[in-house]
């Protein structure tokens, strides 16, 4: 899929925030030692079992390019029930178009929640990819939340290890705004290339 269908998605999805009350926009930027990056997740509910999402992620070093990082996913879900749900994508992301599907299932109590998919992607040859997500907030005081997110991915196919990548993120949340401390980790062609990122992050749910 080209880079210029990619961004007409998006605004469709923008868009859809005219419609109704079912969209959800969360924007999160890191100012880290090697580069800025910025990160989005849309989420527009169709009805209780369908739901439509646009991932964004770019990556930016500050001196120059050769190690930008790229990701948009647009991604259909049918939820059988509250956990579990069947997810097919397409998008592009380093080095090129990609396609997804995938089944997922989350957890969620007081304070605490749990994500965790695996599914088949194309990309030049099918690859296995699994990811996990874990977030913690617990109560520290009146309209006050600590945060603590990790995000972890891996693809895999006959080669071995093709691509990873961890995000963890410590924090402050006040109702929408969370702001702390970011570490973003990236490996490439079983891990002979590697990338990391530490500095601070602001993100807001609208």
Not at 1 to 18: E, F, G, N, P
Not at 174 to 180: D, P, S, V
């Amino acid at each position: 899929m080209s880079r210029k269908t990619s961004l007409l998605i998006l605004i469709y999805l923008t868009v859809l925030s005219v419609a109704g009350q079912e969209l959800n926009f969360s924007p999160d930027l890191v100012f880290g030692n090697r580069s800025v990056t910025y990160k989005h997740l849309i989420k527009y509910s169709i009805n209780p079992r369908l739901s439509v999402d646009n991932l964004t992620l770019f990556d930016t070093e500050y001196e120059e390019d050769a190690n930008n990082i790229y990701f948009v996913r647009n991604n259909l879900s049918y939820n059988f029930n509250e956990k579990i749900k069947l997810n097919t994508a397409i998008g592009i992301k380093n080095p090129g178009a990609f396609c997804t599907v995938s089944l997922g299932f989350s957890s969620r109590i007081t304070n605490f929640s749990f994500a965790y998919t695996a599914g088949s992607t194309y990309q030049k040859g099918f690859s296995f990819e699994q990811s996990v997500v874990l977030s913690y907030t617990p109560d520290i005081g009146q309209n006050y939340k600590g945060y603590m997110n990790l995000l972890a991915t891996a693809n895999i196919n006959a080669n071995g290890y093709i691509r990873g990548l961890q995000q963890f993120k410590i924090g402050i949340r006040k109702k929408q705004l969370i702001t702390g401390l970011a570490l973003n980790l990236d490996q490439f062609n079983n891990s002979r290339k590697k990338l990391q990122n530490m500095g601070v992050f602001i993100k807001y749910n609208f």
